[in-house]
């Protein structure tokens, strides 16, 4: 039954345009986190306090992930029921985007930590509902000998989001000051369009749709994880996105108080690391996606990736010096590269119906969420007992407990 639903669902006569409009509309919103979380709103944070405050940085990071750990399965549970001649995932992508702007601007225009907190958390959980369905389109409509490319294209957004995200602030870095939202609302706006005029989905009109009971809507979260392969590729994605967030939660902080970067340096300095490591990220994605399809061996490369994090993430505790950081960005970045080419060709193969790609694929994204959720409050209570050299540590076992989640998946290569 699963198997004939998947070919029903999914429509190969756009599969090439998705080349573009899959990965630019993964770049949008990963531009937005990453513009806005790491450059924009610890900016935001000092322009209020007055100070690099870690705690209240901490707070306003955690209140929206909070959210949107709920927001990403329950949309898309929610666009799998949704029936409409523009399809299932169109109407949610467009219409979140479009909220999401909405929230974005009254973020821009916060003038006080509680309004920041909470126009974040507005944001987070909105956006969250637009990548629900967008990261349904690949188990939709990608057939599966193309998984490994289109999860390298799809993972494409972090390092090509970062670099334009750095570019952007070392040329113009007075848009850390809250240019850069409105630079985001424009990106998505964008990338939204395409994606649902260039590559629209087919009518979801016909297709059939059980009565809906809310007892069987929340069992849907767990039943997934209840296929060991789902479960363990779910801790496998939270251990090695929590070990990087960990660190890149506190990036600025980081080179300020522990590489010792002057104040007036620190913007374009993280820039330009995150720059170096990003295209790193970006040559190693373009590289082992192609591959892994042709050897067939994505958790292979999941587990290269994650125990290289791991070992990479120590090059700062022997090196703290701005050279030391182009190291780390490099070997790290190329590690991280290598895992985001398979993750989602990963995840697409361990998911137990494709009838409900949508929702499964929202649980599974917890595993991004959460980690944006917790690295934070984490980062905030390491450095606040141990330092940042306690920091590092951490992220390192962390990133060892992702990569033994590799090791437990059986049903992948």
């Known amino acids: 039954?699963?198997?004939?639903?998947?070919?029903?669902?999914?429509?190969?006569?756009?599969l090439g345009p998705l080349y573009l409009t899959l990965p630019l509309a993964n770049v949008a919103v990963m531009f937005l986190w990453l513009s806005v979380g790491a450059f924009v709103l610890p900016v935001h944070v000092q322009r209020i306090t007055g100070v690099n405050d870690v705690a209240v940085l901490g707070l306003a990071n955690s209140i929206g992930p909070l959210m949107a750990t709920l927001a990403n399965p329950v949309f898309g549970q929610i666009s799998d029921r949704t029936r409409s001649r523009f399809g299932r995932r169109s109407p949610w992508i467009l219409g979140c985007v479009l909220l999401g702007v909405l929230a974005l601007f009254a973020q821009a225009n916060a003038g006080s930590v509680l309004m920041l907190g909470i126009s974040w958390a507005g944001v987070q959980t909105i956006m969250n509902g637009y990548q629900a369905a967008m990261t349904a389109i690949l188990p939709d409509r990608v057939p599966p000998t193309r998984y490994g490319t289109y999860s390298g294209l799809f993972g494409l957004g972090t390092p090509l989001a970062t670099i334009a995200a750095s570019i952007m602030f070392i040329v113009f870095p007075q848009l850390a000051a809250g240019g850069a939202y409105y630079v985001a609302m424009v990106l998505l706006l964008v990338a939204a369009v395409l994606v649902v005029v260039v590559t629209p989905d087919t009518s979801s009109v016909g297709m059939a749709r059980e009565p809906f009971s809310l007892r069987a809507f929340l069992a849907g979260f767990v039943r997934p994880l209840k296929s060991p392969d789902f479960a363990w590729a779910f801790v496998s994605?939270?251990?090695?996105?929590?070990?990087?967030?960990?660190i890149f939660t506190f990036n600025l902080f980081l080179l300020e108080d522990f590489i010792k970067i002057p104040k007036g340096e620190v913007i374009a300095t993280m820039g330009l690391l995150m720059l170096i490591g990003q295209a790193a990220t970006l040559l190693a994605v373009l590289v082992i996606g192609p591959i892994s399809d042709r050897?067939?061996?994505?958790?292979?490369?999941?587990?290269?990736?994650?125990?290289?994090?791991?070992?990479?993430l120590g090059i700062p505790l022997v090196m703290p010096t701005f050279q030391g950081m182009i190291v780390y960005n490099v070997a790290h970045g190329i590690?991280?590269?290598?895992?985001?080419?398979v993750d989602m060709a990963l995840v697409t193969k361990v998911l137990p119906d494709p009838g409900d790609a949508g929702k499964d694929m929202g649980v599974i994204n917890i595993a991004n969420a959460g980690p944006q959720i917790l690295a934070p409050a984490l980062a905030a209570v390491v450095v606040g007992t141990g330092g940042y050299p306690a920091l590092f540590v951490v992220g390192i076992v962390i990133s060892l407990v992702g990569s033994v989640g590799v090791l437990k998946i059986r049903g992948v290569r």
């Open 335 to 341: 590690a991280f590269g290598v895992y985001l080419a």
């Open 237 to 246: 994605r939270f251990g090695v996105m929590l070990g990087y967030l960990v």
């Open 1 to 14: 039954m699963a198997e004939v639903l998947s070919g029903a669902l999914r429509d190969t006569r756009r």
């Open 295 to 312: 050897l067939g061996r994505f958790r292979m490369f999941a587990l290269v990736a994650g125990l290289s994090s791991a070992v990479f």
